[in-house]
């Protein structure tokens, strides 16, 4: 019997251990003469999963303690990724505001855009920029000085009213229908129109958009984790296959922009991006404006600006079945500051301090992304940071979900109680630890869009409607699924109508 190719197997086998270990041995050596921030051992290959799996913790009880363990800045080491962890606001505030902490870590569907730097969640640098600057400039011009877009909203606001009346007072699931009305609501603003929730080209977006947040875990990681990526069935390669998808789709809204576009006419965001690249077109200049680029910044938006809104009026809607005290204190203000002729305006905020106390409550016992977008240190070497060495190209991720319940930011943190943001005139005042939109350079695009949404929605369907628990339930727990948002458990509610 020929043995020889057991012997190359053989052979094989020891020159890849012996890569590994070199590797491995070369790395400890090389961490002896740093001092890396506090952390786990990382064995091999693994990282700090054994570490992880043997905390028998879900991620949200993990992420509180991290830095009871290892302080504000921990580092640990995922699959060969270096992972730096910041859990106190002033830190996170100095660290998001550097120029080399403000990039994006490339995710696994650059593959499916064909370059590494490209669209608006996941751009760096000049691209980044470029990008940006259409975003803001459309909140800017289009829409937050416009009485137009409050009117938009209120549209796809009636339309969710009228799905919850046809429930007939009796249980069910609010999800689908809040998910089809905020995705309306960002299609409206950015692309113009507005799709029937049974629509199949809406449902096929947004059941990619909804896949891709609920596979991945871990507040989003595995949106970088490309050597896992490269495995078939896995969460990074079916993230790919949703992204096509989505992006697919996108493209089908650009083309249909671009065949009655008028130029420096905009009607909404597509018409922005479209005057961008003609303009550069023309004057010949180069720069990041191009469909590809286009078409993945719409998807960012969108699928960033939805799912986002979502989630929190859902925690929202769960907080006021659970706590029907204090949603008979906001109806009571919403009806003592409109009435019961009309419904709530955007002028009537100044007059609900209350119920914007009680959004803000929300979004801070229930924080929508506890680890926010990841950052990247792109500095050339490492850097000393708080005396640290953070290693070039390490993945950094604020840990709001710990400062959201710092007991030495927040009296009784667990405790849901909106007058916490009530100061002694009873004004509603946000503290600037409450970042749910983020901080620094790359803070949310979209805060003033979200503000106005969930102010609006909240306050009409409260004043259309008192949302009770089902018969027989008692309660529901606030127990969360964290995905790449951290999400509600399903639950189901009564809409009995106020009118």
């Known amino acids: 019997m020929d043995l020889t190719w057991v012997f190359d197997v053989r052979v094989v086998l020891l020159s890849v251990f012996a890569v590994l270990l070199t590797s491995y041995l070369i790395r400890r050596l090389n961490e002896k003469t740093r001092k890396l921030p506090p952390g786990p051992p990382a064995w091999p290959l693994l990282g700090s999963i054994p570490f992880i799996v043997r905390m028998r913790l879900n991620p949200l ?16 080491r995922i699959v060969g990724y270096d992972i730096i962890i910041l859990s106190e606001y002033s830190i996170i505030k100095e660290a998001f505001h550097r120029a080399d902490f403000s990039a994006r870590p490339k995710p696994v569907y650059h593959t499916v855009a064909g370059r590494s730097n490209f669209g608006l969640m996941s751009a760096s640098g000049d691209v980044s920029k ?15 000085v416009k009485s137009s877009f409050e009117e938009k909203i209120v549209v796809e606001i009636t ?38 929730y049974s629509d199949p080209v809406f449902n096929a977006i947004l059941n990619a958009l909804n896949s891709n947040l609920q596979i991945s875990k871990s507040g989003g990681l595995f949106f970088f984790l490309h ?20 992006s697919t789709h996108m493209k089908k809204f650009l083309d249909d922009h671009l065949k009655d576009h008028q130029p420096d006419q905009p009607r909404d965001m597509v018409d922005m991006y479209i005057d961008k690249i003609h303009q550069h077109k023309q004057n010949g200049t180069v720069s990041s404006y191009d469909e590809l680029n286009t078409v993945f910044s719409l998807a960012d938006i969108f699928a960033a600006a939805s799912e986002t809104t979502t989630t929190t009026l859902r925690w929202l809607m769960l907080r006021m079945v659970t706590h029907p005290d204090i949603q008979k204190k906001i109806q009571d203000e919403i009806d003592d500051a409109v009435g019961r002729d009309r419904l709530p305006t955007l002028l009537d905020k100044p007059k609900l301090p209350y119920t914007e106390a009680t959004i803000l409550e929300v979004m801070r016992l229930n924080f929508v992304t506890p680890l926010g977008v990841p950052h990247q240190y792109t500095g050339r070497g490492e850097l000393s940071f708080h005396g ?3 290693p070039e190209g390490a993945i950094v991720f604020a840990n709001y979900w710990s400062i959201s319940r710092d007991p030495k930011l927040w009296d009784d943190p667990e405790v849901f109680r909106p007058e916490r943001f009530l ?5 509603c005042v946000k503290p600037d630890e409450l970042t749910p939109f983020s901080i620094g350079k790359r803070v949310c695009i979209g805060e003033s869009l979200a503000k106005m949404e969930l102010s609006l929605l909240f306050t009409h369907l409260l004043h259309r409607f008192t949302f009770t628990l089902p018969d027989g339930v008692p309660s529901y727990s606030m127990k969360d699924s964290l995905g790449a948002v951290n999400t509600p458990v399903s639950y189901q509610l009564c809409a009995i109508p106020r009118d």
Request: glycine share 6%; hydrophobic share 40%.
């Open 423 to 427: 100061n002694e005139e009873g004004k």
């Open 159 to 196: 339309h969710l009213m009228d799905a919850f009346r046809k429930t007939e007072g009796k249980a069910f699931s609010p999800k689908v229908m809040i998910n089809n009305a905020m995705s309306n609501i960002i299609c409206a603003v950015t692309f113009g129109s507005r799709h029937e």
């Open 388 to 390: 640290y060495d953070i």
């Open 61 to 76: 009880d993990l992420l509180s303690k991290i830095p009871e363990i290892f302080g504000d800045i921990a580092h640990l």
């Open 130 to 144: 470029e990008q940006r600057q259409v975003a803001y400039s459309f909140f800017r011009n289009l829409g937050l």
């Open 227 to 246: 050597t896992l990526a490269n495995v078939p069935n896995t969460p990074g390669h079916k993230i790919r296959q949703n992204v096509t998808c989505i």
